[in-house]
């Protein structure tokens, strides 16, 4: 999916929605553990009942992967269930390099078909570029994540002051462009998505932390939606596990609709 398409999309649904899949056998309703393959009747349901009001769907890798042999194939059969016109977000923190990089790239964009791709950028161009060489898929480079370790490495200042997020916002766009290249911007750090985006005018941002994380919807608009919206805004946990009884999806899309009318309202407001 092209940067264009997915802005249509955007403008169609009225909704920047990304919904996160995290299906942790410990916390999907009891009632699916005695189907054939739990965690896909789990994603089954959640996408069925969401997909009007999402313009996005990030499975976390690693609640597939944690399974074995049988989690990859629950994951390529929850990837073949998303509409082809919602965008696909392999959560998967890769960040290798060489042909390392180049077969995660691989199995992610072509064995599977994302369309992205969450990349760590420790390694630097060369743990990043492979991922880059695929036409119409993107790399989604985490920038400023909203986990409480964030801070050990990412503000940390050089001898002029710059915090080492915004050093990496600036040398990762000589790789990727704004067609194919995002950034993660944690939900919870407010005023500071509008550093990132004075960074990086013109990308897109994967924005996780808000529901369950407590991340401001509004704050989140105000401060990094730019002319093509520009924001793809992801809530896994406030969605997906709204309720641990059998109306788990009717609770989802409910959670998932209360988040796309704010959405529509933010997108009226500054587009």
Not at 1 to 17: G, P, T, V
Not at 207 to 231: D, F, H, I, R, W
Not at 233 to 254: L, M, P, T
Request: charge should be negative; hydrophobic fraction near 40%; aromatic fraction near 10%.
């Amino acid at each position: 999916m092209n940067r264009s398409e997915l802005f249509a999309q955007i403008q169609q649904k009225s909704s920047f929605l990304c919904v996160g899949l995290d299906p942790d056998l410990e916390k999907i309703p009891r009632h699916l553990l005695a189907e054939p393959d739990p965690i896909f009747s789990f994603c089954k349901a959640i996408i069925e009942e969401t997909a009007d009001f999402a313009v996005a769907y990030k499975p976390n890798i690693a609640f597939f992967e944690a399974l074995g042999a049988k989690g990859w194939e629950t994951l390529a059969r929850v990837e073949e269930l998303i509409p082809d016109d919602i965008f696909t977000i392999a959560d998967a923190k890769r960040g290798d390099i060489g042909n390392t990089s180049k077969l995660y790239a691989k199995a992610f964009f072509e064995t599977m078909d994302f369309d992205s791709i969450t990349v760590a950028p420790y390694m630097g161009k060369d743990s990043v570029s492979p991922f880059l060489e695929f036409e119409n898929k993107w790399v989604i480079l985490l920038a400023l994540t909203s986990n409480a370790g964030s801070s050990d490495f990412q503000l940390i200042q050089d001898e002029s002051g710059q915090p080492l997020y915004k050093s990496v916002l600036a040398k990762s766009q000589e790789w990727g462009s704004p067609e194919n290249l995002m950034y993660v911007v944690g939900a919870t750090r407010g005023e500071l998505i509008g550093e990132v985006r004075k960074s990086a005018p013109e990308h897109f941002f994967l924005v996780p932390g808000v529901g369950a994380q407590g991340g401001s919807l509004s704050e989140v608009a105000k401060y990094g939606m730019n002319s093509t919206c520009g924001l793809l805004v992801n809530s896994s946990r406030g969605i997906i596990y709204a309720s641990g009884e059998k109306d788990f999806a009717k609770a989802a899309r409910r959670e998932a609709e209360k988040l796309q009318v704010e959405m529509k309202s933010l997108l009226e407001q500054y587009l």
